[in-house]
């Protein structure tokens, strides 16, 4: 593997799952970042060499990409042994991980074998030609949202969560490179260990629902969580193929569960249609939607804050519209 002479971000993808759109998306980011810093993107791929996955992987602007392909079973200290190779060969300057639990794992290994700047749960990254990265992130119990630039370090690392960044397509000036590299079964330091930690990432995994998969998604807020529009709003969202979500304090009153929580300490989502049923649009809530692309509210108040931010705002009580909505006749295609 040749070293770069150009400085470079490095965007590890989470070796336990196939190309999803949580790589895209930081992969997109890190480009964005690239051009302001005149870095190159180097993306660290685990899995199998499919046409599709190299054509996403392109189009978000890698430059390179490393192909681990005939890496089998690689768990998270073989996986921090593989990046730690990289990392000394290439000595990129920003490290990009998913925020899964693996990606989360690694990136607190990583960062105490470089004396690296870490910063977990990323909602922005910034660059400032005088500063360097900026990375955002809720802080203090959440309460606040920070900007924390890593200081006295070589490297800086931050991991990102799913749909905090938007997926973009670059037209491509030049190839992308492709490297394989291998790994073989036996090069685990830390034989069992990795087996738990492998065991345990698939159990989570097959148990949460995943938001970010859905292109509508239908909001439960305070204004909404009596019993009768919550299961009206779930018949809709049947109707319509969406995904119910929910405002913390729906979450906290046991009616979703955590998973499903939209916002600054639950998850960002980026649909094409969001629409929130009594949730009044609360800084923090509305934190996680920034990237929806359309926002449908309904509120019965006209002063909610969450109307200076919707595409379409109905003033009414929810539990009529909710009746309207689901007496009519829809057909999904
Ligand atoms: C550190 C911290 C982190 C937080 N993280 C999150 C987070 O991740 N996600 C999150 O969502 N919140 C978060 N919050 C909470 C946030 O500040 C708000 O309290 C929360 O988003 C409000 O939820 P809501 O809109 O459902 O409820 P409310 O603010 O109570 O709003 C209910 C709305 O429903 C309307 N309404 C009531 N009845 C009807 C009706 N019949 N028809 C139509 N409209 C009706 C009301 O007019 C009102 O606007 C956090 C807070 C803190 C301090």
Redesign the pocket.
Known sequence: MEANCKKEILVVCDCSTEMNDHMAQIISKARTLADESDHTVCALYIGEKKESTIKVISECGTDLVLFGTSCKNVGMWQYSDIITDIIKERKPQLILFQATNLGKDIAAVISTRFEAGLTADCIEILYDSKEGFLFVR?AI???VVAQISCINCDINMGTVKEGVFEISKIDRKSDMQVLDFTVHDDQGKYGKNEICLEVQQVEQIENEININKYATVFC??????SPECVEAIYLLAQKYNACVV?????VEDGIIEKAR??????KSISPQLYVG?????????LV?IRNAKKIIA????LK?P?FEYADYSIV????EILDELNKMQISVV
């Open positions: 809720a119990c959440d309460s439960i807020g305070r204004g909404a969580s929910g405002t913390r304090p729906i929580q939209v916002g600054q300490s639950g049923f009594g949730v009044s649009g609360a800084s923090q809530h996680g309904i509120n019965r108040d909610a969450i009414a009580d929810v539990t």
